[in-house]
């Protein structure tokens, strides 16, 4: 990196203490934008990069709620309001113990390309606890949820910022967090996405970002002329992103021989599909955080305590959290024939993961394109609050696919035109930020 870009990581990590997830993002992406700088010197002299690594806004507060015995628990919740150059804040909200400033931080980052490639109108931003959904009761979920919103209601709005879901956060969660924005603000909008169909939801958003991950990297395989028929594959975690990529691998031909969890992972010779997709669901409502059911019911392998990435497979898509494949991961990949590299999670791949699979130039894709489905999806379902018009779902499927197609051709053309032909990653990051960046610099020093 040249010495200019090296201050500003050397910066962001004096500024963020502790905080090496989001020191991660922010060098993965600066690395892919060395080229950028030299060719346009308008973003140095306006400082760009020195702006968009620091939030606009970082809302940090208390959310004490009751459990079931009727002692009081005390959360922290944040929403950090990352960048809003292109359109309102736009992103999930997670609840998971591992919750910290930093790593929501990394993840409003990564937001911010990633809603720039969908090219719809969203900047960028993330939220969350370190509430901890396992093995609570649907009652003290609730009352956490509207504890959590009795604060957040203040600072977001469907002109203003635009939550959704994450890790721990699905429909039942949104629902929560829905009634209690509405009975604050008094107003029935548009203020999350992810809702349920019969208040203003959008049919397929369950699915997005599993099909988009997919939709994806069915446009990769076919770069190289092949397709996911007859391909094995797989996959990690087992919740909404998982679900749905499993759901398409099936539609395409392909088969899904595993599943993880923080337990451990299941191998399913035979493949994922039919019932036994249906039965991921039931195991993701149980809130008891584990796939090793999966094994019990359907007799297979459960490996405790290990990853999904010894199996040989042609493709894997990481679908669970960020910095699951490390490097001894992904030379077991590569030792096995693994073609294709396409994360449905967000930075699931470590830097010096990516470098591997980057020599040995099988196809990579970041998050920010590959999972951008979802995100997408949200922003169609804006579109359709805001028209007081849902679309069916052939319209939102279509729309989704012609979306993950645009975002693979730019990532393909972008990488080329910045000299790395089929570096996925480059051509995220810098499609992504010469948006962003344009924009910043049409609306002034702010
Ligand atoms: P879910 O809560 O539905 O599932 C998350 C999965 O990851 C579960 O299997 C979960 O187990 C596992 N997991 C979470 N944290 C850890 C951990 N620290 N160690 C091991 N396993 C873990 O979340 P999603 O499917 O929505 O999210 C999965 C990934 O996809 C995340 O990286 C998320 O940021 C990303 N993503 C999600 C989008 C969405 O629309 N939902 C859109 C784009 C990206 P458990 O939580 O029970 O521990
Ligand atoms: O990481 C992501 O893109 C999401 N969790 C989805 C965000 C959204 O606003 O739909």
Partial sequence: MSEYLDKILKDVKAKNPNEPEF????????ESLEVVLQRHPEYKSHKILERMVEPERVIMFRVPWIDDQGEIQIN?????QMNSAIGPYKGGLRFHPSVNLGILKFLAFEQVFKNSLTTLPMGGGKGGSDFNPKGKSENEIM????SFMTELFRHIGANTDVPAGDIGVGTREVGFLFGQYKRLSNEFTGVLTGKGLNWGGSLVRPEATGFGCVYFAEEMLKTKKTSFDGKTVAVSGFGNVAWGAVTKVNDLGGKVVTLSGPDGYIYDP??????????????????????EDYAKEFKVQFFPKEKPWKVKVDVALPCATQNEIYEEDAKELLKNGCMCVCEGANMPTTIGAYNIFRDAKILFSPGKASNAGGVATSGLEMSQNSMRLPWSREEV????????VRIHDTCVATAERFGTPGNYVNGANIAGFLKVADAMIDQGLV
């Avoid at 020191?23 to 600066?30: C, G, K, Y």
């Avoid at 009352?143 to 509207?146: L, S």
């Avoid at 249906?278 to 796939?291: G, Q």
């Avoid at 499927?397 to 993950?404: R, T």
Wanted: net charge positive; charged share 35%.
């Fill in 270 to 291: 035979d493949g994922i599909k039919g019932e036994k997709i249906n039965y991921m669901l039931k195991l993701r409502s149980s809130n008891k955080d584990a796939v």
């Fill in 143 to 146: 009352r956490f949820c509207q």
């Fill in 76 to 80: 922290r919740g944040y929403r950090i």
């Fill in 397 to 404: 499927d279509k729309k989704l696919h012609e979306i993950m």
């Fill in 23 to 30: 020191h991660q993002a922010v060098q993965e992406v600066l």
